[in-house]
């Protein structure tokens, strides 16, 4: 597709006036080879910068540019994964049976959390997923991050990646650096292309339709708009669990095979729309619009719920002590061995509402794992009740979510041409995104209501709404350098609101048996509560200045200063100095110093939430709350307040030739981290002392987390970025290798995060990381080779500790062919992990305290690739 000469003048005339808007923008030339269909691209961006747009090389802070061709060649269609192919600082997991954490994935960029890396689309601030990774894998534990797979990779131009600190030019969230997502401004052509896959297990059968079209806006205007429609079928990476296999060889009929699943989440009618609109209004105005609908469904498995043992429905607070059903009271040494000696029993009620211990019959545990069948048969005519009556064979449940996610950005941009502000560029805008998360989870019980339980819920919902002014200005001053200064300068006013929408009914109410020991709530994600329900907002604005000198042609440096005020905490402000010294017309060096911040989410400051937790091998309730709540300040919580950084970077770039090489050296150290603490116990005090207070179902919870200011970390790291083109093989070749070394180090913490989450943050990803793609192009073939190399990093299963493990390094390949069968016709052909590279198997000797597979899983899910395997793929386009 040719991009017209007035775009290209359209783009640099308005860069200056774009990055005036706490964004970055790019143009892209293209030079045609004499006598070759091919093209070349050379990739012009401002990132971190605030005047004229400079080629990469130049840039004096670390950036990658990804076209929007690149993106689309990989297997699946997650923007997370596609993402992660080609900067290899991104980590990004899978998190099976991780609540929310299944429904909106973070990433981490920099080794640090989902949210501590700003996203912009088209240089504008993108909202927040109403999602809060309650179960984030230990990096991302309590993590708030914008939902980047809504973004389809066919409706972008580029992506640019800023590896760099830079909250003093962006504000909150950039300590790890900015990723700016360019959508496709073209205002003619498009394609239209399916895409069906599967992994190499046979299952996880992925369709993709997608499309792209480029309109005429007027004479002097675009349209172009795209959309991506996919449906995902779930995996399973599982083995039946012991307990499962040996109640279906006792002859309990109706045990699911496998009782637990390990793997990806379905996903269903996934929609995604994107439109991007420009206009000129005159030669030196514009007026610009873009936004996004885009909806899924999306249902995982949680943990199976045994029919002897799990607590508040099959039993775990009753046991036959010498004859006599005793309840559980304290954990100390002597009580601990007593219950471990007792014989196990039914969790019995009585529908009367008296203590099941004078009124029912004792029902205990056979030797064959079973309850005794005449001691169960017996209840109803006790007027009691046992949920193995209705749920003998266990059951689990089914969680997920409808995701829904908009965003509506307008403004105008362009040059001033009279007045004391003459030559300068100006850019107004505003937005709004709202991301809504509906949750529902099935197949499951409200054990309180006994038998009177339905089984599926509707817990409630989250919602995420953002709105954003931004008045941006920019002008270049002559003092006698080598080119004009430019003054940089603008305001900005952020709205951020967090609502939480109170669940059915049943999915919350403590039911007539909850004095008789069973859980409340629907059992694996209780509702929302309505005393928990209601919105929650925080105001803040901003005020930036941006310098950048060019003291000699050799020499440039940039300086920047940001103050924000928020209505909750208070004001913060940062400096930003960067500088690049060419040294040879070949060599140059480049480097920053910086120091940035975090604002708490207004959702980690308010939200609360029930999750299921295994402790000790045993799944209980337990209760995030806020830090404010009385139940978190009597076990040391607080008033959020923002996390603080530090950052430096050094580096060098070389160009000579075909070659193009940067290496940079980083170092982020962050005070103050946001995060979940650990899971706290609750003592028989310290719950008298929240019955005392009012504090409502305090028996019915184990152990209570909530969000903290707990630990400081230091995070240092390399980046290696090398690109070398050729002619080979009759054709033309691009070599691109890329390398991180990545080291977090947790220099201050209390027990209120633990050694576990420490061991996590410092262990949990790969140190080292590197891609090598060789991309070969000839008259009607395309294809590339990558090959990706994932460093020890360390293996845990079900966030348990006793499962962790170092696992060793890995290689996997990714291959892809693509035949041009005319000009407007390609079909391709490619797989992900192309040897079926398996990640680390559970080793339960290697591991300490575990008996055997307890839980279903056969791989540690912390692997850097997935634990899904090889995937392969067909894909057919229709371009225009």
């Known amino acids: 597709?040719?991009?017209?000469?007035?775009?290209?003048?359209?783009?640099?005339?308005?860069?200056?006036?774009?990055?005036?808007?706490?964004?970055?923008?790019?143009?892209?030339?293209?030079?045609?080879?004499?006598?070759?269909?091919?093209?070349?691209?050379?990739?012009?961006?401002?990132?971190?910068?605030?005047?004229?747009?400079?080629?990469?090389?130049?840039?004096?802070?670390?950036?990658?540019?990804?076209?929007?061709?690149?993106?689309?060649?990989?297997?699946?269609?997650?923007?997370l994964e596609l993402l992660k192919g080609s900067v290899p600082s991104l980590n990004v997991h899978q998190n099976p049976i991780s609540d929310a954490a299944s429904l909106v994935r973070p990433a981490n960029l920099r080794g640090l959390p989902a949210d501590s890396t700003l996203i912009l689309l088209n240089g504008k601030r993108r909202h927040r997923s109403s999602v809060i990774a309650f179960l984030g894998g230990g990096i991302n534990d309590g993590a708030q991050g914008p939902d980047i797979s809504v973004i389809p990779s066919i409706a972008l131009k580029q992506v640019e990646v800023l590896r760099d600190g830079a909250a003093a030019q962006y504000g909150s969230d950039a300590i790890a650096g900015v990723i700016n997502f360019v959508l496709k401004d073209a205002s003619?052509?498009?394609?239209?292309?399916?895409?069906?896959?599967?992994?190499?297990?046979?299952?996880?059968?992925?369709?993709?339709?997608?499309?792209?079209?480029?309109?005429?806006?007027?004479?002097?205007?675009?349209?172009?708009?795209?959309?991506?429609?996919?449906?995902?079928?779930?995996?399973?990476?599982?083995?039946?669990?012991?307990?499962?296999?040996?109640?279906?060889?006792?002859?309990?009929?109706?045990?699911?095979?496998?009782?637990?699943?390990?793997?990806?989440?379905?996903?269903?009618?996934?929609?995604?729309?994107?439109?991007?609109?420009?206009?000129?209004?005159?030669?030196?105005?514009?007026?610009?619009?873009?936004?996004?609908?885009?909806?899924?469904?999306?249902?995982?498995?949680?943990?199976?719920?045994?029919?002897?043992?799990?607590?508040?429905?099959?039993?775990?607070?009753?046991?036959?002590?010498?004859?006599?059903?005793?309840?559980?009271h304290a954990t100390d040494a002597d009580q601990q061995a007593l219950w471990d000696a007792a014989t196990p029993t039914v969790l019995v009620g009585s529908n009367d509402g008296y203590d099941q211990q004078l009124d029912c019959p004792v029902v205990e545990i056979q030797s064959n794992g079973l309850p005794d069948p005449d001691a169960l048969a017996s209840l109803a005519a006790n007027n009691c009740f046992a949920f193995n009556e209705i749920l003998p064979a266990g059951f689990t449940p089914f969680f997920g979510?409808?995701?829904?996610?908009?965003?509506?950005?307008?403004?105008?941009?362009?040059?001033?041409?009279?007045g004391f502000m003459k030559g300068a560029y100006y850019d107004l805008s505003g937005s709004v995104g709202r991301n809504e998360s509906r949750y529902f989870i099935t197949n499951t019980v409200n054990a309180s209501l006994g038998a009177e339980t339905p089984m599926d819920f509707s817990p409630g919902k989250y919602i995420q709404l953002e709105k954003n002014f931004n008045a941006d200005i920019s002008k270049g001053y002559d003092f006698g350098l080598a080119y004009d200064v430019n003054v940089a300068g603008g305001l900005e006013w952020h709205e951020e609101t967090f609502e939480v929408i109170a669940g059915d009914e049943a999915?919350?109410?403590?039911?007539?048996?909850?004095?008789?020991?069973?859980?409340?709530?629907?059992?694996?994600?209780?509702?929302?509560?309505?005393?928990?329900?209601?919105?929650?907002?925080?105001?803040?604005?901003?005020?930036?200045?941006?310098?950048?000198?060019?003291?000699?042609?050799?020499?440039?440096?940039?300086?920047?200063?940001?103050?924000?005020?928020?209505?909750?905490?208070?004001?913060?402000?940062?400096?930003?100095?960067?500088?690049?010294?060419?040294?040879?017309?070949?060599?140059?060096?480049?480097?920053?110093?910086?120091?940035?911040?975090?604002?708490?989410?207004?959702?980690q400051a308010n939200v609360s939430n029930v999750q299921t937790n295994l402790s000790s091998g045993v799944l209980v309730d337990s209760a995030l709350l806020p830090p404010t709540n009385p139940v978190s300040q009597i076990l040391g919580g607080s008033e959020l307040q923002p996390e603080e950084s530090e950052s430096y970077t050094f580096g060098a770039v070389y160009q000579s030739g075909d070659l193009f090489m940067t290496i940079d050296y980083y170092n982020i150290q962050v005070e103050d981290r946001i995060s979940q603490s650990n899971k706290i116990d609750l003592s028989l005090e310290q719950k008298a002392a929240l019955k005392a207070d009012g504090v409502p179902n305090v028996d019915s919870i184990a152990q209570v987390s909530f969000f903290t200011n707990d630990f400081d970390t230091t995070t240092q790291g390399v980046d290696l970025v090398a690109n070398y083109s050729m002619d080979l093989l009759g054709g033309y070749s691009t070599f691109a290798f890329a390398y991180n070394w990545n080291e977090t180090e947790v220099d201050r913490f209390s027990a209120i995060t633990g050694d576990f989450k420490v061991q996590r943050l410092e262990k949990d990803l790969p140190q080292h990381r590197a891609t090598l793609t060789w991309t070969q192009q000839?008259?009607?073939?395309?294809?590339?080779?990558?090959?990706?190399?994932?460093?020890?990093?360390?293996?845990?299963?079900?966030?348990?500790?006793?499962?962790?493990?170092m696992a060793d390094p890995s290689v996997t390949f990714d291959a892809e062919l693509t035949y041009f069968a005319t000009e407007n016709i390609s079909l391709t052909v490619g797989a992900n992990n192309i040897f079926d590279q398996e990640p680390e198997k559970l080793d339960f000797e290697r591991a300490t305290g575990i008996p055997n597979n307890n839980w279903g899983g056969k791989y540690y899910e912390t692997s850097p690739y997935g634990i899904n395997g090889g995937f392969y793929y067909v894909k057919a386009t229709y371009t225009f």
């Open 1 to 79: 597709m040719k991009l017209q000469l007035n775009a290209i003048s359209r783009a640099i005339t308005y860069a200056i006036a774009s990055t005036a808007s706490v964004g970055m923008i790019s143009t892209t030339a293209y030079a045609e080879e004499e006598g070759a269909k091919k093209e070349k691209i050379e990739k012009i961006a401002v990132v971190g910068s605030r005047a004229a747009p400079r080629s990469v090389g130049d840039s004096p802070v670390p950036v990658d540019i990804i076209g929007g061709d690149e993106l689309s060649k990989a297997g699946g269609d997650d923007m």
């Open 188 to 328: 003619e052509g498009g394609s239209f292309s399916v895409k069906q896959g599967q992994y190499f297990e046979g299952d996880g059968d992925t369709t993709t339709f997608e499309g792209n079209i480029g309109l005429p806006f007027t004479d002097d205007g675009f349209a172009n708009l795209s959309f991506q429609y996919k449906n995902a079928d779930a995996t399973s990476r599982s083995v039946q669990r012991p307990d499962a296999a040996a109640f279906t060889a006792a002859g309990l009929e109706g045990v699911r095979n496998p009782a637990q699943v390990w793997g990806a989440p379905e996903i269903k009618d996934d929609i995604s729309l994107f439109g991007n609109v420009g206009l000129d209004l005159s030669n030196d105005s514009q007026f610009y619009m873009f936004g996004n609908y885009s909806e899924r469904d999306v249902k995982g498995g949680f943990y199976y719920r045994n029919p002897t043992t799990r607590p508040g429905v099959y039993g775990g607070t009753i046991r036959l002590v010498n004859g006599v059903p005793t309840r559980r």
């Open 401 to 418: 979510g409808n995701i829904t996610d908009t965003s509506f950005t307008i403004g105008t941009k362009g040059e001033i041409r009279d």
């Open 507 to 603: 999915s919350f109410i403590a039911g007539p048996l909850t004095e008789q020991g069973f859980g409340i709530g629907s059992n694996g994600f209780p509702g929302f509560k309505p005393s928990a329900a209601g919105e929650f907002t925080r105001r803040n604005y901003a005020a930036y200045i941006d310098v950048e000198t060019p003291f000699t042609e050799e020499f440039l440096m940039g300086w920047a200063l940001r103050f924000e005020d928020y209505d909750s905490f208070g004001s913060t402000t940062n400096f930003k100095i960067t500088g690049q010294f060419q040294a040879t017309d070949d060599l140059s060096f480049r480097g920053s110093i910086s120091t940035g911040f975090r604002a708490p989410t207004v959702g």
């Open 778 to 805: 000839w008259e009607d073939f395309t294809g590339f080779v990558r090959y990706n190399y994932f460093g020890e990093y360390q293996g845990v299963h079900v966030d348990y500790d006793a499962t962790a493990i």
